[in-house]
């Protein structure tokens, strides 16, 4: 709270801090086939990036990063509606483009789950993080949080955190390590409009297909 006429402090992300290693983390099991990807189908999947261009990437390229949601809508709106802005409550997106996307599942390893670390509600709070660490850009602080957590002593295989296009729904970050790969199954690869909801989620999303 604060008093009558004043302004609430303005909310800066910072850098974890020296002590994070040490830092207890909640780390959440998420199987594989609960996580889908969206996009090209000749990329190799799971698809680790390496430009050092997007939120949780190595900004020294040294380790690969790869994102996923837990549900189509998010998916989307983290990829094909990322860079577009809505008009009039809406996204057009030409047809040629929606249908050469398409939705990649992982079979899960019998044993194996993919070990993330917590950056979402007190977790990320006790941490010394906010919601910024999610909308934040430019990205070269969220970037410091992702070799962090990367290098942190529990081994995590990646990043459990609010999606900034979906405030409301989780998204995923992995890591490109070898302990990370063995716990992910085949990859089965879907034609976008084929995938069964896709008419729900590009009516939720606002999407409109234009010639």
Known sequence: ??????????????APSPSFSELDIKAREVRPSELLRSGPKDCGEPHFGKLGLHRFDDPGCTYGTCYLGFDLSTALAETLLHDLAAVNGQF????SR????WIVRFDDVPGQALKLADMTGASLLRAGGDAALSAVWPYDVPQRWSQQIHAHPYG?????YMS????????VVLFDKPATLKKIGQAHYTPLPKVKGAAQARKALGIVLAP
């Open 92 to 95: 057009v997106v030409e047809r």
């Open 1 to 14: 709270m604060t008093r009558s006429g004043t302004r609430p402090p303005a909310s800066v992300l910072q």
């Open 164 to 171: 900034r296009r979906l405030n409301t729904r989780r998204a």
């Open 98 to 101: 929606f249908n050469a996307r």
């Open 156 to 160: 995590f295989d990646g990043i459990y």
